[in-house]
């Protein structure tokens, strides 16, 4: 959920976009077992390196060692979401997190 909440001050972009291309690969073939990961250089040489990706919050911490577990949720939000930016009848808000708008190539447009 964390994934599609603006608010959210630590949500994990990284994250999204390999979901997102993960979603695009599993709905393109369907019958593939994906394993999302990330890949960062300056940790790939450490004793704990690890492309895993660890979902969940407290004690429900997992490793989504296969997409096919996050599926269905990430798509059902991410439709919701999309459906939510088109809807020409909701007005767009900003967010009110601020820190968000520091390095976002937009913000002169929104004027932050």
Do not use: W
């Amino acid at each position: 959920d964390a994934l599609f909440n603006g608010e959210e001050s630590n949500r994990n972009d990284a994250v999204f976009q390999v979901f997102l291309y993960a979603y695009v690969y599993q709905v393109m073939n369907p019958a593939e077992k994906i394993k999302p990961g990330l890949y960062f250089l300056r940790q790939s040489f450490g004793d704990d390196f690890s492309i895993d990706i660890i979902g969940g919050q407290g004690k429900n911490k997992q490793c989504i060692d296969e997409f096919s577990k996050v599926f269905t949720s990430f798509e059902l939000l991410l439709k919701e979401n999309l459906e939510s930016l088109f809807n020409v009848n909701l007005p767009f808000e900003q967010t009110t997190n601020h820190n968000s708008c520091m390095y976002c190539p937009y913000a002169m447009i929104c004027r932050r």
